[in-house]
Structure formats: structure tokens, C-alpha cells
């Protein structure tokens, strides 16, 4: 019964979909569509599209709106720009008009001249090597009114990225693309409801929701001239824009700005150059903050420094990280309990594999052999295990296949996911070379096949927190048309695997420990002082070929470890020289107190002002000052 009238709803939702983009299409393009060139012939199609609108300036999209899950924008900042239309030679004013105007600017009256004489579009004034307009005060855009130059103006322009924003690989950019723009919208480009200069979605939730993000089109502003070109007395500007109530589309992210800037912060202040953090709400596995390094340019795609891939979704070597599934493993298929005893020389010897402590570490339990990272113990157990224990318990817990949200039959009845470029990660290549015990020990220390993405990571710890049942990590929880109606609801999603789940004695038997790692084992001096009582698991991977020497440190983890846990971590930190201490945990570390920071902060602002007054008023020796 469910089922159905949830088919009945979206089947609704999408004919209103469809009926509001035909209405965009009647009320907004027609008169643009009159102006396009006739040559009806594909071939003259793309000339066409690109000499259409030459003589007009785009001040905005009209693409839907990114915000995060408080509503805060992280697309389309609205700004004051400096627009110039080409004159032909035209002069545009005196000197003086024009030195008051480069003033305004901050820039050189000889740069603004050049810049105003070589126009052959319309164009924005943009901040030095950016693509971004500059924002104009009121201040200066007084100064540059008064200049009164001709074929200059100041008008409204949406920036589709956000000044205070640093760049979220999560959010990706937009480009020009026309190749990859006609493969996917020829119908479209056909009827004239798109040209191929249209920016698309190049990465990110600008790719994977590019079709939906593309609106009711562009808001343009033309300048109404002569026969000669020249700017016509009292009519000035025209501006065309779509007139749709729905558009733009309205997409709230489940990230959360405040703390999608406190990962940053913490990992840009551990020097991290290269490297990913994803924090997950412990409840949901909502994605609230992820951050990748090398940082985004959206605006130069390749530059030196930069790099698009979000590395939050690729999959990396996780190290003693696998040691959970290995864990848990031994667990479910009875190899061993954690009380189980275990003797560490420094060295297993038949397949000449080391632990990280040369002399040993002596006799211990599997769980104090989990809190110490102990190899030769893991090792032991992962030789003990049918293979078939480690790939399933791996697939059990969301790993070896892309764990966000996505759905078969979004609105338009097409797939949609939303992390587009996650990877899926691996266990092991090859079944056949699983049977092999060198192989099975290495996997089950996490090194010879076995990759996993920082977000896997991450929703491993939830998958245990909720007893062993696998969440679809979700970054986008609903989109609403522009007057507030609802356009699509993202319910948050399992991702179960067709193995079945870990018993939920097991998740809880891993969580005990993870918690034993912080207080008696490797990360006892990063994390036990905390003020949140922390738990998780450290792993370092060994790089091979050209980056061999160089380690990949993870710490991934959640907190508070006692009462109700509120967040999943996952940190990793790559390229490291070899011989370094473990760096993630420490970044762990201070996330989490951030994180509780902010929730002290939101908990009670007015209430903590006020108990802070008092005291401030009191002298040092408890007189009143
Ligand atoms: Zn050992």
C-alpha cells in the first residue's frame, strides 16, 4: 500500500516537474528563442548558439541554489559588479571620469582604459587572476555612478561561489564543456532551451545534480543601442530573465558550514597538504563536513597546488584501520575472542612480516593486540580465517562497494547518486590469490589489495554504532522549487550488503575495542586526555613504488565513546615521510574537540553569556571593579 501511493506521489511530483520546466520554457526562452540565428542545420547549430548572445551580459544562471543544513548559501552570493558593454572605439568619458572610476576599482586608470577599449562582449570587472566580479561597496559604487561613463554600469550579479566559503570538493564547479554539454543535452540544445556555452556541473554535487540544477535559465541584461551601437538616451538596459516562480531550484545539503570550517581549519593548521576528513552524523550517517586537500580552484581546474578529486571519496590503502574488519571477523567466524591469547615476538616469520614494535609485545589478548596495533597477532589470526570470513565481514560492514545515497529512480525517473565520483574500493583483487597466506595475512594488517575511502571509513564506525546495520551516507536531504514547495525529499537510506550484517554483539565487541585503543593503547597519549571520551583505531599505510618511504596516516573513530555518540571521524593524512608518528590521531583529536565546542556553543549561547558577566565584573580579589 506504501509502495504504491509513494509511486502515485513521485509519479505527481514528476509531471509537476515537467509541467513547470514546459511553463519556464513558454514564459522565459520564447523571445530568445525568436532571436537565434536561422540557420537550422546541426552543423550551424553550435555558431549559432555562441554568436547568439554576444551583445548581452548573463549576471545569473539561474542554476539552483546550494545551501548547507541550516540554510546558510553555499552557492550564488549576490554582489554589486561593474558591467561594461563594448563601444566600438566609442569614447567612453574624460579622463578625469575615468581615472575617478579606476580609483573605485583599486586599479590603474591606463589598465581600465585597455580593458574598456578591448571589450568585444560585455564583461564584468574581476578581481585580479580571478574569474570572480569584484564586489562593490556602496562607496564605490557611488564613485563609479558619478564617473558616469558610457556603456558602464553597476548591476546585480549572482557569484556562484560564495567568497566566505573555501571551495568544497563536495560542491565541485562549474565549467565550460561543450562536448560533454551536447552529449548529455542534445535534445535539449535541439530545441534551442540550451546553448552548447552554457556552464556545466564539473565535479561534485554540480555534476551529479546538473540536471536538476539547470533551472528555468539565465537572467541577462542587454544593452539597448542605434543603428550605430550607440548606447540609446533613456532606455539603457534591458534585462530578460526566466519569470518562473519555481527556479532556481533550492538544494539543502545535510553539510554543516560551521563545521565543514572547523575541519579545515584543524587540518590546514596541521600542515595537512594532502589528504581528506569526513565527518558523519553518528545518527544518521549524514555527511556534515568533508574536506579534501589538495584545496579546489573552482575557477582554475589543474592549476599548480590544486587538484579536483576529492579525495574524502578515493580509495587509499587504509593500514591497521582494516584491523577493525579483521576484528570483527575473528569474531563472527569464532577464530578467536577478544580474550583470546596471543604472543608477539616482533617478526611473522613465514611470511617475513614485522610488527611496528621490533622487540615485541610479548604475550597479550586479541584486544589488547587490536589497542596496540600488534601485526604479528593479526596476522595470526587473519592465517587462522577462511578468507571468504575477511571479504564477507568487509562487505558486511560497507566496504568493497560505493556506500552513499543514491537511487534507481530519482524525480525524472532516471539514477541518481550523489557522490558521483565515490569510488568502491577492494578487499582483494583476486579470489584466487586470497587462498594464499601471505596474502591473507597482509590484508588482514590492511596493506596488499585492500583500499577504502575516507567516507567508508567513516560509516564503518557508524555501521558499529548501530549494532552492525550499514547507513547510506546522504549530503543532500531535500529539494524544494524557489517559492518553498517541496520538489523532492531525500530520505536517509541503508546500504545493506547481500551478505547479511555482523551480530550486533560483535559491533559492540569492535566499539569495546576501539575505546581501548585510546585509553590503554596507541592513541593513549594523542586522545586520553580529551574532554569527550574518544575511541577509534590508528592505521599507517606503506606506500609503494614512486612513493615508497612515504607513509598514509588514518585515525578514524567517533565521540562522545560514552552515553550517546554524536559524530563519526575519519582523518586521513598522506604522504608522510616514513619514521613519523602517527599525525591523524592528534588531528582526530582536536576535530572532536571543536566539535564539542560548537554543540556547548549552540546548546546554550544566552545562558553562557550571562554566567560569564559576573565574573567579568568582579576585581581579582572578588570585589566588585
Ligand atoms: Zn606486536
Not at 198 to 205: A, N, Q, T
Not at 466 to 474: D, K, L, M, S, T
Not at 511 to 536: D, I, K, N, Q
Request: charged share 25%; hydrophobic share 40%; glycine share 10%.
Amino acid at each position: 500500500m506504501r509502495k504504491a501511493a509513494q509511486a502515485r506521489r513521485s509519479r505527481m511530483i514528476r509531471t509537476l516537474l515537467l509541467l513547470s520546466l514546459a511553463f519556464a520554457l513558454a514564459e522565459g526562452r520564447l523571445a530568445w528563442i525568436q532571436l537565434v540565428r536561422h540557420g537550422s542545420d546541426r552543423q550551424g547549430l553550435v555558431e549559432a548558439a555562441f554568436a547568439e548572445r554576444i551583445d548581452e551580459l548573463t549576471v545569473d544562471w539561474g542554476r539552483g541554489r546550494l545551501m548547507d543544513r541550516k540554510g546558510r548559501p553555499l552557492t550564488d552570493e549576490p554582489v554589486r559588479a561593474l558591467a561594461a558593454f563594448p563601444l566600438y572605439g566609442m569614447p567612453r568619458g574624460t579622463e578625469e571620469a575615468v581615472r575617478r572610476a579606476a580609483m573605485a576599482l583599486d586599479a590603474d586608470p591606463r589598465q581600465l582604459t585597455r580593458w574598456l577599449a578591448g571589450l568585444r562582449a560585455p564583461d564584468v570587472w574581476r578581481l585580479p587572476n580571478s574569474r570572480q566580479p569584484m564586489a562593490l561597496t556602496p562607496d564605490r559604487e557611488a564613485q563609479i555612478r558619478d564617473a558616469a561613463l558610457l556603456g558602464v554600469y553597476v548591476l546585480p550579479y549572482a557569484n556562484r561561489y560564495v567568497s566566505s566559503v573555501d571551495p568544497l570538493h563536495a560542491i565541485g564547479y562549474i565549467s565550460q564543456d561543450p562536448q560533454r554539454l551536447a552529449r548529455l543535452y542534445a535534445k535539449r540544445l535541439s530545441q534551442r532551451r540550451m546553448v552548447v556555452s552554457d556552464p556545466i556541473g564539473g565535479s561534485g554535487l554540480e555534476k551529479s545534480l546538473d540536471r536538476f540544477l539547470r533551472g528555468a535559465g539565465p537572467t541577462r541584461v542587454g544593452l539597448v543601442t542605434d543603428a550605430a551601437r550607440r548606447p540609446l538616451d533613456g532606455l539603457g538596459l534591458r534585462t530578460e530573465a526566466p519569470n518562473n516562480p519555481h527556479y532556481p531550484l533550492q538544494v539543502r545539503t545535510t553539510l554543516d558550514l560551521d563545521i565543514q570550517r572547523e575541519v579545515l581549519e584543524t587540518m590546514k593548521a596541521a600542515g595537512v597538504r594532502e589528504g581528506a576528513a569526513v565527518v558523519l552524523d553518528a545518527a544518521n550517517a549524514d555527511v556534515l563536513a568533508m574536506a579534501s586537500f589538495p584545496r579546489l580552484n573552482p575557477e582554475r581546474i589543474g592549476a599548480p597546488g590544486t587538484d579536483e578529486r576529492n579525495r574524502a571519496i578515493a580509495a587509499y590503502a587504509p593500514g591497521s584501520v582494516f584491523k577493525i574488519v579483521t576484528l570483527a571477523a575473528a569474531l563472527e567466524s569464532g577464530t578467536a575472542e577478544l580474550d583470546s591469547d596471543f604472543r608477539c615476538d616482533g617478526a611473522y616469520v613465514r611470511y617475513g612480516l614485522r610488527c611496528w614494535k621490533p622487540e615485541g609485545h610479548g604475550e597479550l589478548t586479541l584486544e589488547e593486540a587490536f589497542a596496540e596495533s600488534c601485526n604479528v597477532a593479526f596476522a595470526e589470526v587473519a592465517e587462522k580465517m577462511d578468507p571468504a570470513w575477511i571479504q564477507i565481514t568487509a562487505f558486511r560492514l560497507g566496504l568493497g562497494r560505493r556506500i552513499g545515497w543514491s537511487e534507481d529512480r530519482f524525480l525524472d525517473g532516471r539514477p541518481l547518486r550523489l557522490l558521483g565520483e565515490e569510488e568502491a574500493g577492494t578487499i582483494f583483487t583476486d579470489p584466487q590469490t586470497a587462498q594464499d597466506g601471505g596474502v591473507r595475512t597482509g590484508t588482514g594488517i590492511g596493506q596488499r589489495d585492500v583500499r577504502v575511502t575516507p567516507l567508508q571509513a567513516a560509516n564503518l564506525v557508524v555501521t558499529l554504532l548501530h549494532g552492525g546495520r550499514v547507513q547510506a551516507p546522504r549530503i543532500v536531504s531535500e529539494i524544494r522549487y524557489a517559492d518553498g514547495g517541496l520538489a523532492a525529499r531525500l530520505e536517509p537510506q541503508r546500504n545493506p550488503s547481500k551478505y547479511g550484517e555482523i551480530r550486533p554483539e560483535t559491533a559492540a565487541a569492535v566499539l569495546e575495542a576501539m575505546r581501548a585503543v585510546v585509553t590503554e593503547g596507541t592513541a593513549r597519549r594523542a586522545l586520553s586526555g580529551s574532554a569527550w571520551p574518544l575511541a577509534g583505531k590508528s592505521g599507517t599505510a606503506e606506500q609503494a613504488g614512486a612513493l615508497r618511504g612515504r607513509n598514509d596516516h588514518w585515525f578514524v573513530g567517533y565521540g562522545p565513546a560514552k552515553g550517546t555518540a554524536r559524530y563519526a571521524v575519519a582523518v586521513l593524512i598522506q604522504n608522510q615521510p616514513a619514521g613519523l608518528r602517527n599525525r591523524a590521531a592528534a588531528a582526530f583529536g582536536q576535530i572532536m574537540e571543536r566539535l564539542r565546542a560548537l554543540e556547548l556553543r549552540s546548546r546554550q549561547p544566552a545562558a553562557g553569556v550571562q554566567a560569564e558577566t559576573p565574573r567579568i565584573l568582579r576585581g581579582e580579589d572578588g570585589s566588585n571593579s
